[in-house]
């Protein structure tokens, strides 16, 4: 027969699905009767009467069934003070009270790229060895997880979402919410109540910065961005047309007002690069970066020049620059100088 000391050593590397400690740990055995081939227990779970506690009550029959145990008996109650031990908790803890750099992603129209460049600058964040979060915050016009060829959606347990992973970035976004495709017909007061869901709902962890992709121009949810984050910092995407950079100077303004730093500018498709000559051709003109920089007192932090993504079967993602490619590395370049500017 099984002494209750062994029985609690059998337990121990069983976690507490809510708590995320394990059950003895967690003091969560609050009976136990042990006779020859049988094992009584009384568990206080987080959630009782929930998926988890299915779960977990197999994985303890399973553990002291290995151990030689004939049968075993469980009953579950729900945890007293379960509310307040779960939200005490590092892993609920809101995205807005931890030491995580914010960093929106903005520009004052759309087709500049500016989504390529949060992926881009997300992915080359973590490639530097941070902990990194992305946030699709264009609402209307989600387009992140089809841009990092991510197919699967968030793991939800219990009343915890947690994002999914990819390329070493967690990322959240409204397209995981909607079905077939289907149009987002909201309006601001839910748009913001969707941005709240995604800082304080969603199990982050500890990051050392979430991008946050903001939609184009300085509508609704770029100005609940402003308001909810006051000490995010903000870069700018613009072509290098002058009138591209023109209408970016409005977003960069926004920024300025709200008091968010303005880190600097990116100038995406700057130029084409012959891969036969290396002769460059200014395709959309020159000089908006430079103009809009000067304007907002910051500076181009990198030029992107035109140019598709190396495309992998086994590992699909249509608008990553892998690292070590010749645009990957002006992204390495730019997260490099962001990490300096945000650290330095």
């Known amino acids: 027969m099984l002494s209750e000391d062994r029985i609690l050593e059998i337990l121990k590397p069983i ?60 009953r579950f109650e729900q945890r007293e003070n379960a509310h307040s031990e779960h939200a005490s908790g590092g892993e609920n803890k809101s995205v807005m009270e931890k030491e995580t750099t914010f960093i929106a992603v903005a520009s004052g129209k759309g087709g500049v790229g500016k989504s390529t460049v949060s992926v881009n600058l997300a992915t080359s964040l973590a490639q530097e060895g941070k902990k990194v979060g992305l946030i699709d915050a264009d609402i ?9 060829g991510i197919a699967e959606r968030p793991r939800v347990v219990g009343e915890q979402i947690f994002p999914v992973e990819r390329f070493g970035v967690k990322v959240i976004s409204m397209a ?22 995604f800082f304080n709902d969603i199990e982050w962890g500890d990051l050392d910065y979430l991008i946050l992709d903001l939609p184009p121009g300085t509508g609704d949810v770029a100005l609940d961005v402003h308001k909810m984050l006051p000490q995010s910092k903000e870069i700018i995407v613009t072509t290098p047309h002058p009138t591209a950079a023109f209408v ?21 498709m700057a130029y084409f690069e012959s891969e036969t000559t290396g002769e460059k051709e200014y395709v959309f003109g020159q000089g908006g970066g430079d103009k809009l920089a000067d304007e907002l007192q910051t500076e181009v932090l990198g030029r992107i020049p035109l140019g598709q993504p190396e495309m992998h079967e ?29 650290e330095g």
Not at 329 to 336: D, F, G, P, S, V
């Open 15 to 74: 976690q507490e699905p809510f708590l995320h400690k394990s059950i003895v740990e967690a003091d969560s055995i609050k009976e136990m009767k042990v006779k020859e081939n049988y094992v009584s227990l009384k568990i206080a779970i987080a959630q009782s009467n929930s998926p988890e506690q299915m779960q977990l009550q197999q994985e303890i029959v399973n553990a002291l069934k290995s151990a030689g145990v004939e049968s075993v008996g469980l």
């Open 140 to 148: 209307y016009g989600f387009s992140v997880p089809d841009m990092m």
């Open 176 to 197: 995981f919410f909607v079905e077939d495709n289907a149009p987002v017909i909201w309006r601001g007061p839910m748009l913001g109540k969707m941005l709240t869901n």
């Open 248 to 268: 970016a100077a409005r977003a960069g303004a926004m920024a300025l007002r709200t008091e968010h730093e303005v880190l600097g500018v990116v100038e995406n």
């Open 314 to 342: 086994e590992d699909f993602a249509p608008s990553i620059y892998r690292e070590g490619s010749r645009i990957g590395r002006i992204y390495q370049q730019i997260a490099q100088k962001v990490i300096e500017k945000v």
